[in-house]
Structure formats: structure tokens, C-alpha cells
């Protein structure tokens, strides 16, 4: 009984349709009034017995009697619910204060007094459990629900609906705050789950109702409100409106907002979360590579990471960055640590963005040969080596990058260094002097245009002969000697080791590689700057690129993924982690500044950022920022003027020739080319007739090649003495057939000339000569593979 009086009260209202009492209200109103029905029966049973003034009982009988008047009054209209809740209501009084009459009367009549005492204890007791008043409550709402049975039957014997947009328009239908508006367009984002987006329609004529808000809609679905959202759809007028109603994605919000708010008060936390959710995990950036330890600072986070023992670390750069929510990937720089473990930097923003000008203490050599050219993306120096004491030898170096990546700024530097640490510099600038205007006359010299740089290649190679011949025997350099360092520094070299000029390309690149072979040991160093590391663009030779590596390399922004692959191949640090460099970096241009249109549209331009490879490793650096005015490094030049010009020996001078003497005054004008390869003989009989003949051209080109030098007083040319030291391939065949009138079979002929030994030709030079001479009646077969002079 308690049950159904609490049911029946949760649903009471008013016929106003105010909501009427909760489960808990109905439940202590039951119970108070309980309690009064006790004692009001109690009071009905002994009260007559009691002896009290007539006023006392008079007012039991004035109660009983204002309640009947009450009813009476209640009763009179039309409304019938509100008659019988009034019954309801008075009924316990009026039974109590009929008992109490009734046990005032029975004495005066002789009744015995125990059957009014017996009457009120009853009708308590029915009133005790039947709670009346409390049940006029719900008489309302029960009448309600009554009358509208009908219409219940109406809508059950409709038909269910099957999908989830008729679930949904039977929800919107039924609802009596959507008024005659409709629901279309239902898209609902992911089957299975309550979020969808439609738009609501009003009648023709009509606009969408303002009461029709985001609590009304989630009303309807029975959704929190902050899961509704509407807007107006653009270009319709007011009687159309989106809606979306999302649970599932506000539930999502809200637990990664309170995460977030969790992530920024502990970011250890958010940061494991990200590493055991999308990287270390299967189809994340890296699965298998743990995170062994970790340091987060205020604009820095290093990641100390590794993969499991016996496997290789493999982490793609591109994925990281996506794991671990960075947009911008310059900010995140990888460096490795052997084969199976890196660190990790994730810098707030690219930390090479904003770098200093150098010093004269940057730019001078310290104890060890290093110099400092620019600072690493952790804020260290990033050093080079002038000199190797370990080795007593220069260095060589190389610097790889496009146009614009900042190779000439860095070639600035070198020769500002190399005034300051007192190392004698050539520098060459292949494209006329206008990569480098700074150097002129602020370095010992500085070659302008192509020919000038092949006098100032040939007198280095006559310093390096002059300076083997009296080093007596010593296999490396004295820096305390009598010689100082020499650095030759060649910008835009690749203009000359392309040339379409065969002979001066043959005799550059010649030069530069024995440079490069021999120099170190006396001192010289050769640095080169090209776009291109392909062996087309240095001559041909591949001695230049694999020499050039040994010392330090340089690896700006590249205009292909082959250069970067050609400059690090063999010197490559175990573990690295290279990353492409940008042409600009643009900070704040995520997706999200791109999609609200603030995202910056002028970055910050990347030139002399790169990678240094050097003493086995890889480092991410960006060399010293110097500020421009009128198109030169005011600077730069005050650094290097304060400084005395370190010069060649007097003895080495004279070996350097005429061309050095006139170094600061002459231009870039044409010198007489160098002879290059031996020319085929013009005429004259075929075997050793000819063989005669070539060996007299060959004498006559080199005296012609002495005369013109010393005409001119520039250094000769040392590879067109190297192409005279020996008789070439065809000369060494001619020689081993004289030698064996009767012929030689192919193979013995190649063992003849010295295929096989240390500086002897190949087999298939051997073979194309053979052929050629056969084609000119030089050689006549006289068998399969043997060949004998005619």
C-alpha cells in the first residue's frame, strides 16, 4: 500500500500541470500524516471521558462542523476531480468528530462508552492505512492520464520504428515542444552511437519557434544540453535550423578536457600517455622503442629512447612529430647514440631561429685545431678542426647546398677564421667574386672568375711540390715550423669541375683530388663548396667527393635526397637521424591557424642551417648570423682587419710563381690553357714508326707547354707534366708487341703493359686500345685474341 501511494504521488500535478511530489515528499507526507490520524483517533476515543470546560469539547464539535461547511462549499462546480479530493480531504474529520460526538451522547442515553471509543479506533485505523489526503494529491494526474488513454491507444498501434532516423523523427513527432515543426536530414556520424546532425523545418510561411533551444532539443532526445548545438544554415531564411546533438562526442570533450586539465598540472603524465598510446604501440610511430628516461624543462623536453636489445632503432622522423602532436617538425631534432638508442630534443619553438654574431675568440683556433662556425640546436658551439694534431695533417672539407642554403656565408666565416687563427688563405670564387666581396684583398688571395682560379690551383700544387721536397721525408705537418697552414677554399666549384671545356676540367679536377690526396701531410687543407655532389657536376671523380668527406662535411638544405644520401655515405654516424631542412619555417602555421586563416604566411628563411658531420658525429647547427648593409658584412670585415695577413715563405712564393707576385692586382683574365690529354698523331706509318712519332708530339707539346709558362711566369701545369711522366696505354702496347715480333696472345699482352699492378690500366682500357689500334692497320689479328705489329 505504501508503494502504490508513493507511485501514485510521484506522478501527481495540479491541473495546471505543475509536477507534483518526488518519491521522498510523498513518502514523509504519508507518514506525517499517519502520525496526525494516530493521534487525532486517539484523542476522538478518550476525549469524551475526559472532564474539560465545554469550550474544549465545543471546539472537537466546531471542527467537525467547519469541515462539513468546507465540503459543502467545494462541492459546489463542475469539476468533479476537485469535489472528490475535497471528499477525501474531509473524511477523516468528519469520521473523528462523529466518534466524539458520539461519546458525549452515550452517556446521557445510557450507551455503554466503549462502542464510541470502538468506532474511533476503527476509522483511525482505516484512515492509518488508506492515508486519504495524501492520495487526493494524485487524483489529478491519475485523472489525466485517464482521458488520455485513448489517444495511447491511438499511438501504440502505430507501427515501431526500424531505423534511426525514424526512431528519431518519432521522438521529435511525439514531443509537444516541437510544436508542427520536422525533422530531415538525419546523418548520423557512426553507427551504433547516439550522434547525428539534421535539420529542423518549419511549416511553409513559418519560422522555427525561439523556444525551440538547445535545452528544448535535449529534452526531446533525453541528452545533456551541452551535447546540443544549432546554427543557422546560410543563405535559408528562419524557418530551417541545424542541429547536432552529440553525447557521445560532448562526453569526449569533456573527458579530454579534464584530462588536459589533469595533462597540465602533471605533464610527465601527459607525455607517457602520448608515447604508450601512439608510439610505443602497434601501428604507432615506433613500436617496440621504449622511452627509458625523460627531463621536461620550460622550453625544452629531451627523450631518452631505445629499441629492444638485438633490434636496430628505426624511428621515422614524420611520425614522431605526428605522435607526439608537433606540427612544426624542425622543432623535434634527433640525435643517435650506437645502433640502438637516440635522444630526442622537442623544442618549444625551432631553437635555431634566433643566432648570434660571431667573436674573434669564436673564429680563432683553440688548442685543439677547432674553431667554432655556428651553434648547435642545443646551444653548444658547433666546432670544426683546422688542423688534426692527433694526426699532424689539415683538413679537407666539403659543403653541400642549394642555392640560397647559405654556402657562401659559411665560406665567409672559414676565411675570417683562417685570418684570425693565423692560416694562410686562397679562396676561389668560381662565379667571379660576387659570392664572396668581403674576402677581396682581406685574404692572401682571392681568385676571381675561372682562370684565375686554375693559376691559383696551379701554384698551390707547385707550394705542395716545394714544400715535399724540402719537408725531408716527414710524414706529417710541424705546425710550429717554418710553414704555416694553408686553406684553399673553393665556392661554386662545381662551374668549374662542369666546364664545357674538357682539358681545363680534366686538369681542375686532377688537381683538386692530388691536393686532396697529398696536401694534409704538408699542411694544405682544401675546402669546397658545390650544389651538387653527383660525379658530373666534380669532374668525374669520385676521389674529390670521397677525400672531401674526411674532415668535416657540411649538409645544408639540398635540392635532392641523393645529395644528402652521396654526402653522408661511408661517413655516416651509427645511429643517425638526419632531417631534410626547410626553405622557410613558419611558426604558428599548424592546421588549425591555416583553417582559422591567422597562420603566418611569411617564414623565416633557413640559410646556413644544417647538419655538421664531423669526428663521427651528426649535429644540427646553423652558422653565426652576421647583419648586411650595402650588401657586404661590415662585421666581418672589422674582425678580420684587426687581425695581420698571414703570407707565404719567400722560397714558397718563388715556387708559386709570377701569378701569386701579381695576385692583388691582376684580374680574372684568361690564362693559356693547360695542355690536357695527348692528341691522336696526324700522320706517319703505323707501328713503331708511329709509336716514334707520338713520343716526339708528346715532347714537343710539354717544351711548348715549359716555354709558355715561363713566358708568362706562372706555375706549369702539373697535370700535363703527370700526362708526359709515362708512355700512355696505346705506347705500352706498341712497345710489348715490338718486343715480341711474332705476336702475343691478348692476355699476355694485358699482363705486358701491367693490368693487374698498382697504377697499371684496366683490362677494358686495354681491350678499347687493342681495338682502336686494330681499326687503324696498327695491329693485324692473327688468330682469335692475338694480335702482332704489321
Known amino acids: 500500500m505504501t508503494t502504490e501511494i508513493v507511485n501514485a504521488e510521484t506522478a501527481a500535478a495540479d491541473v495546471g500541470g505543475a509536477r507534483g511530489l518526488t518519491r521522498t515528499a510523498a513518502r514523509r507526507l504519508a507518514l506525517a500524516e499517519r502520525l496526525i490520524y494516530g493521534a487525532a483517533g486517539t484523542w476522538a476515543a478518550v476525549g469524551p471521558l475526559v472532564e474539560l470546560p465545554w469550550w474544549g469539547h465545543g471546539a472537537a464539535l466546531a471542527t467537525g462542523a467547519a469541515a462539513g461547511m468546507r465540503l459543502w462549499q467545494r462541492s459546489d462546480g463542475d469539476d468533479w476531480t476537485a469535489r472528490l479530493a475535497s471528499a477525501m480531504r474531509a473524511l477523516p474529520v468528519l469520521g473523528w468528530s462523529a466518534a466524539y460526538t458520539a461519546g458525549l451522547l452515550a452517556p446521557a442515553y445510557g450507551y455503554p462508552t466503549s462502542w464510541p471509543m470502538l468506532g474511533a479506533a476503527a476509522w483511525t485505523a482505516a484512515m492509518v492505512v488508506t ?97 546540443v548545438e544549432t546554427a543557422e544554415l546560410p543563405h535559408a531564411g528562419p524557418g530551417r535550423l541545424a542541429i547536432q546533438v552529440a553525447p557521445k562526442l560532448e562526453e569526449a570533450r569533456r573527458t579530454a578536457k579534464a584530462l588536459q586539465a589533469a595533462e597540465d598540472e602533471d605533464p610527465e603524465q601527459a607525455l607517457l600517455r602520448m608515447w604508450n598510446e601512439h608510439v610505443n604501440v602497434t601501428g604507432g610511430a615506433a613500436p617496440g622503442v621504449e622511452l627509458v628516461q625523460y627531463d621536461i624543462g620550460e622550453d625544452e623536453i629531451r627523450l631518452r629512447i631505445a629499441a629492444a636489445r638485438g633490434k636496430r632503432l628505426g624511428v621515422n622522423h614524420d611520425a614522431l612529430c605526428s605522435a607526439l602532436g608537433i606540427d612544426d617538425i624542425s ?55 683546422l688542423f688534426n694534431h692527433d694526426t699532424g695533417r689539415a683538413q679537407h672539407g666539403i659543403t653541400a647546398g642549394t ?23 686562397w679562396m676561389a670564387d668560381v662565379q667571379g667574386g660576387m659570392s664572396l666581396p668581403e674576402m677581396e684583398g682581406r685574404v692572401d688571395w682571392m681568385a676571381k672568375g675561372p682562370a ?15 714544400r715535399e721536397r724540402h719537408s725531408n721525408g716527414r710524414g706529417d705537418f710541424d705546425l710550429n715550423g717554418p710553414w704555416r697552414l694553408i686553406q684553399w677554399t673553393g665556392d661554386e666549384i662545381n662551374r668549374l669541375l662542369s666546364s664545357l671545356d674538357q682539358d681545363i676540367r680534366k686538369e681542375a679536377a686532377w688537381m683538386i683530388a692530388d691536393l686532396q690526396k697529398t696536401g694534409q701531410k704538408v699542411g694544405i687543407g682544401v675546402d669546397l663548396a658545390v650544389q651538387s ?44 637521424h638526419i632531417s631534410p631542412i626547410p626553405e622557410r619555417i613558419y611558426q604558428g602555421g599548424g592546421a588549425k591557424e591555416l583553417f582559422e586563416g591567422t597562420a603566418a604566411v611569411e617564414g623565416v628563411p633557413t640559410p646556413g642551417m644544417g647538419w655538421l658531420i664531423t669526428e663521427g658525429k651528426a649535429i644540427l647547427f646553423r652558422t653565426f648570423v652576421l647583419k648586411k648593409s650595402g650588401g657586404r658584412y661590415p662585421q666581418l670585415e672589422e674582425l678580420m682587419d684587426g687581425c695581420p695577413l698571414p703570407t707565404l715563405t719567400p722560397g714558397e712564393a718563388e715556387a708559386a710563381g709570377t701569378a701569386y707576385e701579381l695576385r692583388h692586382t691582376t684580374g680574372a683574365s684568361e690564362a693559356p690553357k693547360a695542355t690536357g690529354a695527348p692528341q691522336a698523331a696526324s700522320g706517319g706509318a703505323p707501328g713503331s714508326l708511329g709509336l716514334v712519332g707520338e713520343r716526339e708530339r708528346i715532347t714537343g707539346l710539354l717544351e711548348a707547354d715549359r716555354k709558355a709558362k715561363e713566358s708568362t711566369g706562372e706555375a706549369p701545369s702539373p697535370f700535363a707534366a703527370a700526362k708526359g711522366k709515362g708512355p700512355t696505354i696505346r705506347e705500352r ?44 692497320d696498327a695491329l693485324i689479328p692473327i688468330g682469335r685474341g692475338t694480335y702482332r705489329l704489321p
Open 533 to 576: 655532389l653527383h660525379l658530373k657536376e666534380l669532374g668525374d671523380n669520385h676521389e674529390i667527393r670521397e677525400k672531401g668527406k674526411e674532415g668535416h662535411v657540411f649538409l645544408l638544405r639540398t635540392a635532392s635526397s641523393s645529395t644528402q644520401s652521396m654526402g653522408l655515405d661511408g661517413i655516416a654516424p651509427i645511429g643517425a
Open 131 to 227: 492515508a486519504p489526503w495524501t492520495r487526493s494529491k494524485g487524483l489529478a494526474r491519475a485523472v489525466e492520464y485517464v482521458e488520455t488513454l485513448p489517444a495511447f491507444a491511438e499511438t501504440v498501434a502505430e507501427p515501431e520504428p526500424v531505423t534511426v532516423e525514424e526512431h528519431l523523427r518519432v521522438l521529435w513527432a511525439r514531443s509537444p515542444v516541437t510544436g508542427d515543426t520536422e525533422l530531415h536530414h538525419i546523418r548520423q556520424y557512426r553507427p551504433g552511437e547516439p550522434d547525428f546532425e539534421a535539420i529542423v523545418l518549419a511549416p511553409a510561411g513559418q519560422p522555427v519557434p525561439r523556444l525551440l533551444d538547445d535545452r528544448a532539443i535535449a529534452a526531446v532526445f533525453d541528452v545533456p544540453v551541452g551535447a
Open 331 to 385: 622543432r623535434l631534432v634527433m640525435e643517435g647514440a650506437g645502433p640502438r638508442e637516440a635522444v630526442a630534443y622537442i623544442y618549444r619553438t625551432n631553437p635555431l631561429l634566433d643566432v648570434r654574431a660571431p667573436t674573434a675568440e669564436d673564429l680563432t683556433m683553440d688548442d685543439r685545431g677547432r674553431i667554432s662556425v655556428g651553434i648547435a640546436h642545443d646551444g653548444s658551439p658547433a666546432r670544426i678542426q
Open 403 to 425: 642555392t640560397g642554403s647559405g654556402k657562401s656565408g659559411l665560406m665567409r666565416l672559414l676565411g675570417a677564421a683562417q685570418r684570425l687563427s693565423g692560416v694562410i688563405s
Open 452 to 466: 684565375e682560379t686554375m693559376r691559383q690551383l696551379r701554384a698551390l700544387h707547385a707550394v705542395k711540390e716545394y
Open 733 to 776: 702496347i706498341l712497345a710489348a708487341l715490338a718486343a715480341e715480333p711474332e705476336g702475343m696472345a691478348l692476355r699476355d699482352l694485358r699482363k705486358a703493359v701491367g693490368c693487374g699492378t698498382d697504377g697499371g690500366p684496366t683490362t677494358g682500357a686495354v681491350n678499347n686500345e687493342v681495338n682502336k689500334l686494330t681499326a687503324e
